[in-house]
């Protein structure tokens, strides 16, 4: 449709169906990464704590097929379903961008923060505790960030944006910075 020849009512229809964002200035280097990882933990929390209850439906959907009490088992799926059923995409150019739970399983896709965001929502609504791990290679910046959930009395890795099994860690990480969902 042209924006030339539309209606007023054309376009309050194609507004209405844009997505909307918040956007926010954040540091650079560390600070900014921390105030990223911030605004996950927000993210995680708040898709948690919604009335729709959207995000622990679905997990319990996920790890329904699971016999009960399989704590491991119900992490393997729900990191399963993260990696192999969102499909990663980078962030634009130059921005930073951050999706709730909701919205990148509405759109079906999101780079590492907005899948780590989404399975540390699903596995913290399951009673399996999360967090972000920011880690930087080669001794640069930080720049990929994935969730942990503690099983038993350890912390494992669970890697979103490319085909690994539950506990692989990425290779050459010279950095490391944790955030308890």
Not at 130 to 147: I, L, M, N
Request: hydrophobic content about 40%.
């Amino acid at each position: 449709m042209y924006l030339k020849s539309a209606t007023l009512g054309d376009v309050q229809r194609i507004v209405a169906q844009r997505p909307i964002a918040t956007l926010v200035s954040i540091p650079d280097g560390k600070a900014g990464t921390i105030a990223t990882l911030k605004i996950m933990r927000q993210f995680a929390r708040d898709a948690i704590r919604s009335p729709s209850q959207q995000i622990r439906n679905l997990a319990l959907d996920i790890v329904s097929i699971l016999p009960a009490r399989s704590f491991g088992r119900e992490v393997a799926r729900l990191h399963a379903y993260v990696r192999d059923q969102i499909r990663y995409v980078r962030d634009p150019v130059d921005l930073e961008s951050v999706a709730t739970p909701e919205k990148t399983l509405e759109i079906g896709q999101g780079d590492c923060d907005d899948k780590s965001t989404l399975l540390a929502a699903l596995l913290e609504s399951t009673g399996h505790p999360a967090r972000f791990v920011a880690v930087g290679f080669g001794g640069a910046p930080f720049s990929h960030v994935y969730t942990e959930s503690k099983i038993g009395e350890s912390w494992v890795p669970l890697e979103t944006i490319i085909p690994r099994p539950m506990g692989w860690y990425p290779p050459n990480a010279t950095s490391r910075y944790i955030l308890k969902v």
